[in-house]
T-cell receptor, first 112, second 112 residues
Framework: DAKTTQPPSMDCAEGRAANLPCNHS???????VYWYRQIHSQGPQYIIHGLKNNETNEMASLIITEDRKSSTLILPHATLRDTAVYYC?????????????FGTGTKLQVIP | NAGVTQTPKFQVLKTGQSMTLQCAQD?????MYWYRQDPGMGLRLIYYSASEGTTDKGEVPNGYNVSRLNKREFSLRLESAAPSQTSVYFC???????????FGPGTRLTVL
């Protein structure tokens, strides 16, 4: 699995867009980029995933560079409830098994 | 749907004691996973089950055993608990063909 690199922490003002970067320079062609978040000590929650096209859902947008070596998760209007640790993961699915390797993530603090 | 449930929520063991952590999902998912999360760290995969009747080792399997009892249930057993196994344990499941893993609320285990 490709290793991902994220800044350890970021702050964002409430109501502003939060842009969380991730570097995955060794990602292989069959690996998707996933984002999960973990609020306090709860179980991680899936946010979004993509292969090479930009993706958007009700929670966030995912922008993947053309060379796929980096990506950015965008929370368009951050709220206090978005304060969490965000994990960027590169993973593939093989034989029914999805190996998801969590790093230490980015701790996002949304400030009132 | 209750989603992914884990029991117990909290447990304190003495070194050498054994116990089984229970995980169940009611979403008819094929694959199930056990992770551990140490303080300030990301999640690490202990064991996984790609489908009913199969189990395989993950990144940190030593000191653990698993049983995929049926499609719903995937248990994790500590035969002789050690202080190094003090951690938060998360169970997850994933439907076939999907990219998202669904996580349970976790079991907080302390080994004295």
């Amino acid at each position: 699995d490709a290793k991902t690199t994220q800044p350890p922490s970021m702050d964002c003002a409430e109501g502003r867009a939060a842009n969380l970067p991730c570097n995955h320079s060794t990602i292989s062609g069959n690996e998707y980029v996933y984002w999960y978040r973990q609020i306090h000590s709860q179980g991680p929650q899936y946010i979004i995933h993509g292969l090479k096209n930009n993706e958007t859902n009700e929670m966030a947008s995912l922008i993947i560079t053309e060379d796929r070596k980096s990506s950015t998760l965008i929370l368009p209007h951050a709220t206090l409830r978005d304060t969490a640790v965000y994990y960027c993961i590169a993973a593939s699915i093989s034989g029914g098994y999805q190996k998801v390797t969590f790093g230490t993530g980015t701790k996002l603090q949304v400030i009132p | 749907n209750a989603g992914v449930t884990q029991t117990p929520k909290f447990q304190v063991l003495k070194t050498g004691q054994s116990m089984t952590l229970q995980c169940a999902q009611d979403m008819n998912h094929n694959s199930m996973y056990w992770y551990r999360q140490d303080p300030g760290m990301g999640l690490r995969l202990i064991y996984y089950s790609a489908s009913e009747g199969t189990t395989d080792k993950g990144e940190v399997p030593n000191g653990y055993n698993v049983s995929r009892l049926n499609k719903r249930e995937f248990s994790l057993r500590l035969e002789s608990a050690a202080p190094s196994q003090t951690s938060v344990y998360f169970c997850a499941s994933r439907p076939q063909g999907w990219y998202e893993q669904f996580f349970g609320p976790g079991t907080r285990l302390t080994v004295l």
